[in-house]
């Protein structure tokens, strides 16, 4: 069965839905990265590519969609913070160095919390082996996998 716009909806009528991504975004971005996207998470972007939610304090509508807050990183934000972890996680991790120091590799960068935490798409810490979702902390540089939790779990589980 494949995701629709109508399944990220029912997580939370609030969410504004980008453009879908194109399977030549896709391809390229994996290219780039040297990893394939994980199924979940490239069904989500061939359905919209990245969610926000309007800005709270705004009336217009219109306003409020331009000006909301980027919660589900589309593909090109994703490629940029995943290039941007890879080069930066390790050399700001002092005197931190986290158990996946070799595995940086295995990490997608999909979302952050706003307060330099980021939320990825990784292999590690999984019993599986599968690509799942997981929380990195900024500040003790380790990596919290959730077994079993998709990229639709995710958004049904923020409550702003």
Same mark, same amino acid.
């Given at each position: 069965?494949?995701?629709?716009?109508?399944?990220? =909806?029912?997580?939370?009528?609030?969410?504004?839905?980008? $453009?879908?991504?194109?399977?030549? =975004?896709?391809? =390229?971005?994996?290219?780039?990265?040297?990893?394939?996207?994980?199924?979940?998470?490239?069904?989500?972007?061939?359905?919209?590519?990245?969610?926000?939610?309007?800005?709270?304090?705004?009336?217009?509508?219109?306003?409020? $969609?331009?000006?909301?807050?980027?919660?589900?990183?589309?593909?090109?934000?994703?490629?940029?913070?995943?290039?941007? @972890?890879?080069?930066?996680?390790?050399?700001?991790?002092?005197?931190?160095v986290p158990?996946?120091?070799?595995?940086?590799?295995? @990490?997608l960068?999909?979302?952050?919390?706003?307060?330099g935490?980021?939320?990825?798409?990784?292999?590690?810490?999984?019993?599986?082996? =599968?690509?799942?979702?997981? @929380?990195?902390?900024?500040?003790?540089?380790?990596?919290? $996998?959730?077994?079993?939790?998709?990229?639709?779990?995710?958004?049904?589980?923020?409550?702003?």
């Open positions: 069965m494949a995701l629709s716009t109508s399944d990220i =909806q029912e997580t939370g009528e609030h969410w504004l839905l980008n $453009a879908p991504a194109t399977a030549a =975004q896709l391809s =390229q971005a994996e290219r780039e990265l040297g990893i394939a996207w994980p199924p979940d998470l490239r069904e989500f972007l061939l359905v919209t590519n990245g969610t926000r939610l309007p800005h709270p304090m705004m009336d217009d509508p219109a306003e409020a $969609a331009m000006h909301g807050l980027e919660i589900f990183f589309g593909i090109d934000r994703q490629l940029l913070e995943t290039k941007h @972890f890879r080069l930066h996680w390790l050399a700001d991790s002092e005197p931190h158990e996946f120091a070799n595995d940086l590799d295995k @990490f960068i999909v979302a952050e919390d706003g307060h935490n980021y939320l990825a798409c990784s292999s590690v810490g999984r019993t599986d082996g =599968q690509w799942g979702l997981g @929380f990195l902390d900024h500040e003790t540089r380790e990596f919290e $996998a959730w077994e079993d939790f998709g990229v639709l779990d995710l958004l049904a589980d923020l409550h702003w």
